[in-house]
């Protein structure tokens, strides 16, 4: 039996010493501990995490129908509410970026996915509008820092000729996370406006339920990490080369526990290996005891804004500038493409325009609802907040179209002593007589009553979406147990009227007229395209080089993007949102490999962060500018998203090539 070599720490100190200059930047540890079951472990814990980023974006938009009616919540309060998590994503994603370079990368996604799920339980039992965004916003910091963290804590567990393929293997659970919320949507939030005012009624409703099983991910990694090392990588950058060289041992074991014929004990014969940090950079020794509480504070400050000022000061300036481009036009450039998710939830939920009747005092709607609900729909930050910001109007006006075409028009009728016992809908009566009617024990949406004369008619428990009486002649009527009330009224002579029972409840008008399984469908749609995309990439991205990658999926997405200009119909728009993921996921997933190797261990996930938040940024400005272009012809938009999406693919040639780039 071979003699096992027993490794002390003056033996470590000493062996590292030895290797240790300003030219050492990494040597081969991690090929000797090898690829296997132990990095399979990580990818699926860090997946779960990325999942949970996915379903923190999606999960709002999914139950907002239905937190609509049970939080009784207007367009105003339904934007700041996705609007504030979106921020706090932001936040966090800087926030926990910087904290991850300096007290570790599992620690510090360990707290972030902790925080998300605990608030994100605790958002679940909120019964006010108020405790639910707060709860959001919080469980939004906490997700915020899940992607930085876990793509540099994951690559920091491959050797650099894995690197690439298995980061997009990683980037493939961002999809799965996708497809998850889709389906345990379909599965439990109610499909249609009717039954998400039932189901509102019940103690603890379906969107309540949903939250719970959306924060299963995050919870489940968690679990996950208290049973992986941290990164050796970060160990020993901090100066733990103990404990890096006891990483090392267990991902060796891990990696050929079925391998008897391996060796016991890792061999210390050669050492991964950072280059030595510039001095007063980094990491660096905490205030000395004794020191007060504010001192302590205001260490913390200069370290979080130093650790950024390097950032933008050599060697790190050129990367930063490069990236901040390249992550700016990717999110400007695709900034509404997904929308076209949710372009039937926009259409329906926020009623613009869809079976809207002449003077409909909702016709307009504010701008932080119309921004705050595509933020929230911000699709892969890295990713999609949407190709073209008209899309949805574009969408929304071809339904408008059909839906009105269905209009139901009743001209000159009279009605005497008639019974209306079942449900109306897409209805407009004009100069039409009611005497002596009931309607009794139904629906009415989308109704509309013009110049209209109804005498001695009974409402009787009586549901009411979109329905209004115009320049009518309301004369001895009855209202008993409705929800029609003075707004539903409009330059109407009310006459000897009776109202008895006014259902109480919520007064705002909600729009029955939802259909979220087509929601569900496009989005799986635009999800599954990217597993495809992810997966080849992932084979193609070490021999093309992630220079000519970008370059040449930037160039054909803004080639692609000129397809907008035969869009006329929603199946077409799905088919080339498929099509469009598919090619700019690879250019997607690129710049995220990029950008973890990119900065040295101490910046990594502050540089990664900070790119992040960069990216939402301009995914914001370009839903903002895109939204001023939706009534203009389809040129413009097609051309603007080209033009941004080329000025990234033109810029990629800037950046340096790091596939041989050592970790």
């Known amino acids: 039996m071979p003699e096992q070599s027993v490794v002390t720490v003056p033996h470590i100190k ?18 000797q501990a090898g690829l296997g079951y132990f990095q399979w472990m990580v990818l699926l814990v860090g997946g779960l995490s990325l999942a949970g980023d996915t379903i923190e974006l999606f ?5 907002l129908p239905s937190a609509e009616v049970e939080l009784c919540i207007g367009d105003s309060q339904k934007g700041w509410l996705v609007a504030i998590t979106f921020l706090g994503m932001m936040i966090g994603s800087v926030m926990w970026g910087n904290l991850s370079d300096r007290m570790g990368r599992k620690r510090t996604l360990m707290s972030a996915l902790g925080v998300n799920a605990v608030f994100s339980i605790i958002a679940a039992l909120m019964p006010t509008y108020g405790t ?17 963290i876990v793509m540099a804590y994951f690559a920091e567990f491959l050797a650099k000729s894995d690197r690439a393929k298995y980061l997009s293997f990683l980037l493939m659970f961002w999809a799965l996370g996708g497809v998850f919320v889709a389906l345990v949507g379909w599965a439990i939030i109610p499909s249609t406006g009717a039954d998400v005012v039932q189901e509102s009624k019940e103690h603890f409703s379906a969107w309540h339920q949903f939250l719970l099983v959306c924060c299963l991910p995050s919870a489940v990694a968690v679990i996950g990490l208290v049973f992986l090392p941290d990164s050796p990588r970060y160990l020993l950058e901090a100066g733990r080369e103990v404990e890096a060289m006891m990483v090392y041992q267990r991902i060796y074991k891990t990696n050929n526990m079925h391998n008897p014929s391996a060796h016991v004990q890792y061999q210390l014969s050669e050492l991964e290996l950072p280059s030595k940090r510039p001095a007063g950079r980094g990491l660096s020794s905490p205030p000395s005891p004794g020191k007060s509480v504010l001192a302590d504070m205001i260490y913390s400050i200069e370290m979080f804004w130093n650790s950024f000022l390097q950032l933008f000061v050599p060697p790190n300036l050129k990367a930063s500038v490069v990236l901040i481009i390249l992550w700016f036009t990717a999110a400007f450039g695709t900034a509404s493409k997904n929308l076209q998710y949710f372009s039937e939830y926009f259409q329906t939920l926020e009623g613009l325009r869809r079976g809207r009747r002449p003077n409909d005092p909702e016709d307009s709607i504010s701008s932080i609802d119309i921004i705050g609900i595509i933020l929230e729909n911000d699709v892969w930050c890295p990713g999609y907040y949407g190709l073209t910001i008209w899309f949805p109007d574009y969408i929304k006006q071809l339904k408008v179209d059909q839906y009105s075409g269905n209009t139901n028009v009743t001209t000159n009728a009279l009605y005497n002593g008639t019974s209306f016992n079942t449900s109306i809908e897409n209805t407009h009566w004009v100069n039409s007589s009611f005497v002596d009617c009931r309607f009794h024990h139904l629906i009415l949406s989308h109704i509309t009553f013009t110049n209209c004369t109804l005498e001695e ?4 428990n009586i549901k009411s979406s979109r329905t209004y009486f115009l320049n009518s002649v309301i004369k001895d009527c009855r209202f008993v147990d409705t929800d029609l009330s003075d707004q539903h009224f409009q330059n109407c002579q009310m006459i000897n009227n009776t109202v008895l029972s006014l259902a109480v409840g919520c007064p705002l008008d909600f729009d029955y007229n939802i259909h979220l399984e087509e929601v569900f469908q496009e989005n799986l749609v635009g999800q599954l395209a990217i597993l495809p995309a992810a997966f080849i990439s992932a084979f193609i991205i070490e021999k093309m080089g992630r220079v000519k990658m970008i370059g040449i999926f930037m160039f054909l997405s803004s080639i692609a993007s000129l397809f907008i200009w035969f869009l006329d119909t929603n199946s077409a728009i799905i088919i080339f949102e498929a099509i469009f993921n598919f090619v700019f996921i690879c250019a997607w997933n690129t710049i995220d490999v990029a950008t973890v190797e990119s900065y040295p261990t101490h910046l990594r996930t502050t540089g990664f962060g900070f790119l992040n938040a960069t990216c939402r940024l301009g995914g914001l400005l370009g839903v903002i500018t895109f939204r001023n272009l939706v009534t203009w012809s389809r040129a413009v938009p097609m051309l603007t998203t080209a033009a941004v999406l080329l000025v990234g693919g033109i810029t990629s040639v800037r950046l340096t090539e790091t596939s041989s780039v050592l970790l």
């Open 14 to 31: 000493q062996y590292i010493a030895t290797l240790c200059d300003e030219d050492v930047y990494v040597c081969r540890g991690m090929l």
């Open 132 to 148: 639910f965004m707060t709860a959001r916003f919080c469980s939004g910091i906490g997700i915020g820092g899940a992607f930085p």
């Open 457 to 460: 008619t009974e409402f009787a």
């Open 59 to 63: 999960v709002i938009a999914f139950i």
